[in-house]
């Protein structure tokens, strides 16, 4: 099947500093890419290539079919987003918020109210419809987070640092709602700190200093490496890098 993502040789500058440097890969349909890297890696400033956010330097990127140098409000219509900070209005209600966004995403009219109820019946939120976002647990703001930014039926969802400061058992019940999403055939791009998270994904890249060093399967990974969790192959290759933390 033809890949939802296809980089080639793409490369961000700023000014005499190479954030992202000449990355290729692709990723499938209904694939859970891992993206990984240590603060400063480059991986957020690649995402935000690939969501039509910033423009790439050089090289060439596709999401969805489309360029994401000279379409990029094209890429935008077609992706869910979640950023790493909470992004949701903590002074609207539940209801309102998923209202919000679904008209932001373009989501027809009268599909917005079934469609929150049945989201709302799904997340056993129905009783904190009308709670302000603010007074939800993290965990649940999360969960409802992901829950709207995949309510218009993306392609592809991207994810930046998803679950940050989140206990272990909220992560494992957000990351089966990504597998839900993947079930559903939502591709899902997923940038993460939490090595134990890396082996959920059908594949991961680990970047180190703006490159690519590592793409494959969790489990061919860690063959490759002689390593018994992915942790072990972060860190060894962490250890080749060279800059600071942005």
Not at 77 to 106: C, T
Not at 142 to 154: A, D, I, N, T, Y
Not at 167 to 188: C, H, S
Request: charged share 25%; aromatic share 10%.
């Amino acid at each position: 099947m033809k890949p939802v993502i296809e980089v080639d040789r793409l490369v961000k500058r700023f000014g005499g500093f190479t954030a992202v440097d000449h990355i290729s890969f692709e990723v499938a349909p209904g694939e859970i890419f891992g993206f990984l890297g240590a603060n400063g890696a480059g991986k957020t400033t690649a995402m935000r290539m690939l969501c039509g956010l910033s423009k790439p330097t050089s090289g060439t990127g596709k999401v969805a079919g489309y360029d994401i140098a000279s379409h990029p409000d094209e890429v935008k219509k077609r992706i869910g987003y979640m950023s790493q900070k909470f992004s949701l209005y903590g002074d609207l209600r539940v209801w309102e918020n998923i209202r919000l966004f679904a008209g932001i995403y373009g989501v027809p009219q009268r599909e917005i109210a079934p469609r929150t109820d049945a989201l709302l019946s799904r997340l056993d939120f129905a009783a904190e419809r009308n709670t302000l976002v603010r007074d939800l647990p993290l965990g649940w703001k999360q969960k409802l987070s992901f829950s709207v930014s995949v309510f218009h039926h993306p392609g592809i969802v991207f994810l930046d640092e998803p679950t940050g400061g989140v206990d272990p058992v909220t992560r494992r019940k957000f990351w089966e709602l990504i597998y839900q999403a993947a079930d559903e055939g939502i591709t899902v791009f997923v940038t993460t700190h939490y090595m134990d998270e890396a082996e959920y994904c059908h594949r991961v890249s680990v970047m180190v200093d703006g490159r690519i060093e590592a793409l494959d399967t969790p489990e061919r990974l860690k063959q490759q490496f002689g390593a018994t969790e992915m942790d072990e192959v972060f860190q060894q290759l962490a250890r080749k890098a060279q800059r600071q933390e942005l």
